[in-house]
């Protein structure tokens, strides 16, 4: 069985009350950022949803997570609703989930002469922000490939001793052999999130092009005659997501991605206002298949 530690860090050793102060630093820079990537996740949605509706469409959470529909509420209460159902069925699940997935927690391994780290979280910003911090160095350790060309094969071979050792002879789970470190839940709401929402909106030429591709997608679907919303076999799903793939890399696609950034451009509100966020959608509208991303 391989071993691989890519998450594996060395801090300096620390006092109680440095390694406390330590982990309270930690804890406040990854919910800082995580915070401000829900609200520019829920911006994406909002827009998404206000630039449908515009264009005479729905976004049906139905159909998107197989939980929620913002039929008859408020844009702002869908979006927390969402939020809210999302992160527990990703958490729930033990899956890895790159969108809906906020949690972070460290796991601290002391030794004689440092503290052996483990960082665990679906979100890069959190290895980014980890690996910033004061006096901490990247101790990870694999044996499926080549170590890295800066290490001698000592070098290496006292990194794997050292994690098999802090892992009770590979005997003991991180839990089992650290302590823990777990951010504080993120809430997809807080005080003046709209506001905040409002903030992260992208801009009218990322919401036309992004709007473009799914009118060229829907044009491509018509023209193969295929119910984008029906249930397929997942090898067809697959076969037909290729195909798409071509088409929208293909001369034609590209030139009627384009054509659309022209339309979307006049036919798309300048901007998203708090008044859209307070509104009620109404049902029923047509529904777009899922942009391909």
Request: glycine residues 4%.
């Given at each position: 069985m391989s071993t691989?530690?890519?998450?594996?860090?060395?801090?300096?050793?620390?006092?109680?009350?440095?390694?406390?102060?330590?982990?309270?630093?930690?804890?406040?820079?990854?919910?800082?950022?995580?915070?401000?990537?829900?609200?520019?996740?829920?911006?994406?949605?909002?827009?998404?949803?206000?630039?449908?509706?515009?264009?005479?469409?729905?976004?049906?959470?139905?159909?998107?997570?197989?939980?929620e529909k913002i039929e008859g509420r408020s844009l702002?209460?869908?979006i927390v609703s969402l939020f809210m159902s999302q992160t527990k069925r990703a958490a729930e699940s033990m899956r890895r989930d790159g969108i809906w997935d906020f949690s972070c927690n460290l796991i601290l391994i002391p030794r004689k002469?440092?503290?052996?780290?483990?960082?665990?979280?679906?979100?890069?910003?959190?290895?980014?922000i980890f690996q910033g911090m004061e006096g901490v160095v990247d101790y990870s350790y694999w044996d499926n490939t080549d170590r890295p060309d800066e290490l001698t094969d000592e070098e290496?071979?006292?990194r794997r001793d050292e994690w098999g050792e802090a892992f009770g002879g590979w005997k003991m789970t991180p839990a089992e052999a650290g302590m823990s470190i777990e951010c504080p839940e993120i809430r997809g709401i807080?005080?003046?999130?709209?506001?905040?929402?409002?903030?992260?909106?992208?801009?009218?030429?990322?919401r036309a092009n992004r709007m473009a591709k799914r009118m060229?997608?829907?044009?491509?679907?018509?023209?193969?005659?295929i119910d984008p919303v029906a249930k397929v076999e997942w090898s067809d799903f697959m076969q037909r997501?290729?195909?798409?793939?071509?088409?929208?890399?293909?001369?034609?696609?590209?030139?009627?991605?384009?054509?659309e950034i022209v339309k979307m451009k006049t036919r798309l509100k300048p901007t998203i206002?708090?008044?859209?966020?307070?509104?009620?959608?109404?049902?029923?509208?047509?529904q777009l298949p899922i942009l391909m991303s």
């Open positions: 691989k530690i890519y998450n594996g860090y060395k801090l300096p050793r620390m006092t109680l009350d440095e390694l406390y102060a330590f982990g309270q630093d930690f804890k406040k820079r990854i919910c800082d950022q995580f915070q401000k990537e829900v609200c520019i996740l829920q911006a994406e949605i909002a827009t998404e949803v206000c630039d449908l509706k515009t264009l005479g469409y729905k976004y049906n959470y139905e159909f998107e997570s197989r939980d702002i209460l869908a002469d440092h503290i052996l780290a483990l960082l665990y979280s679906q979100r890069e910003s959190a290895a980014v290496w071979d006292a807080e005080f003046g999130m709209s506001e905040k929402i409002l903030q992260a909106v992208p801009s009218l030429e990322e060229a997608i829907t044009r491509w679907y018509d023209s193969q005659g997501r290729s195909k798409l793939r071509d088409w929208l890399d293909s001369t034609d696609g590209q030139q009627q991605v384009e054509e206002e708090k008044s859209d966020l307070d509104e009620e959608f109404p049902n029923p509208l047509p």
